[in-house]
Each structure stands twice: as structure tokens, then as C-alpha cells.
């Protein structure tokens, strides 16, 4: 049975940094895409970054581009995202997610793609 458990949400001001982690049972990390979205209140689900199973490319959304990061540490089977400069629109709660994918390029930052969730934890950045 896959599980992730994210954790390292909180509250931060603008400017400040958080680093969020993913961990896994059932499942082993490298072998698979893992991605973290977010979802803030009355928008979609959105592709923030990716961290993929084929080579261990990474790839952002658009709008956290310079300031977010992505790593894995495969002894832990978890994955971080490491989130610099934070800004208010960045407020929402932020989901870990891993699949197979046959083109993480193409489907890596898109949450229909993927069968295996965890619960989120909340991000708030405040002005």
C-alpha cells in the first residue's frame, strides 16, 4: 500500500523559506516521478515541481521558477521541496504525489497523471 506524508507547512512572512517533505512507504521513490502541487482556495490543483523517475530531471511551474527546489534522498525515500523567497499568492495547501510516468517531460507538473497522493500540509505566507 503506497503512502506519502508530507510535512514542514506552516506560517511564514513574505520573504522567508520553508522546506517541505514527502515521505514514502509502499513505494520506492526512485523508481518513480514524484510531484508537489498545490491547491489554494477556489483555484485548480497546480504543478509546482517535479522531480522525475527517468534521469532525475526537475522541472517548475512557471510561477515558482528561481525560487523553489526540489532533491530526493533516496535513503529516506522522501522528497523535499525547498521553498525560498515566499510570497503571499504562494499560500495554499501543497501536495505530494508519485506514479510511474511514461513522459514525466510532458506530464510531470499535471495532477491528472497521477494515482498516489498524500494528505497536503498548509502553507500560509503573510505580508
Known amino acids: 500500500q503506497v503512502q506519502l506524508v508530507e510535512s514542514g507547512g506552516g506560517s511564514v512572512q513574505f520573504g522567508g523559506s520553508l522546506r517541505l517533505s514527502c515521505a514514502a512507504s509502499?513505494?520506492?521513490?526512485?523508481?518513480?516521478?514524484v510531484g508537489w502541487f498545490r491547491q489554494a482556495p477556489g483555484k485548480e490543483r497546480e504543478g509546482v515541481a517535479c522531480?522525475?523517475?527517468?534521469?532525475?530531471?526537475?522541472y517548475f511551474g512557471e510561477a515558482v521558477k528561481g525560487r523553489f527546489t526540489i532533491s530526493r534522498d533516496n535513503a529516506k525515500n522522501t522528497v523535499y521541496l525547498q521553498m525560498n523567497s515566499l510570497k503571499p499568492e504562494d499560500t495554499a495547501i501543497y501536495y505530494c504525489a508519485t506514479d510511474y510516468l511514461t513522459r514525466p517531460d510532458l506530464y510531470g507538473l499535471r495532477p491528472h497523471y497521477y494515482n498516489f497522493w498524500g494528505q497536503g500540509t498548509p502553507v500560509t505566507v503573510s505580508t
Open positions: 522531480f522525475t523517475n527517468s534521469d532525475g530531471t526537475t
Open positions: 509502499g513505494v520506492t521513490l526512485d523508481d518513480q516521478t
